[in-house]
């Protein structure tokens, strides 16, 4: 390969590798931040506030505009399954990359 060729193609690689790292860096840091608040959610799907409140809506004593995805429980449901399927996710890259290194 000529080596202007392969030095171009080098530095698209640089560019793109830092530019993903720092995308990833910044979600990573706000996935993390935000996991405080996960764990709020959780704890209301659990508790017995999510009940009386899905009660309400079942009664339709709650404003028809309300978004009230939250007592849905498959969209909880697959929320709390994409949150843990992310972290393996995460570990297993972390672990490919730390394995060739």
């Keep these: 390969m000529d080596p202007v060729k392969r030095i171009s193609e080098m530095e698209k690689i640089l560019r793109d590798h830092n530019e993903l790292i ?3 860096r910044d979600s990573l840091e706000r996935f993390g931040a935000h996991q405080d608040e996960y764990r ?3 704890d209301y799907y ?3 506030t999510y009940f009386d409140d899905l009660e309400s809506y079942d009664k339709g004593e709650l404003p028809e505009n309300l978004l009230c ?3 849905s429980e498959d969209a909880v449901y697959n929320l709390f399954c994409e949150n843990f399927n992310i972290s ?3 570990l297993e890259v972390a672990t490919e990359i730390l394995k060739n290194h």
């Design 22 to 24: 720092e995308n990833l």
């Design 40 to 42: 709020k959610l959780r």
């Design 46 to 48: 659990n508790s017995e």
């Design 69 to 71: 995805g939250v007592l």
């Design 88 to 90: 393996i996710d995460l």
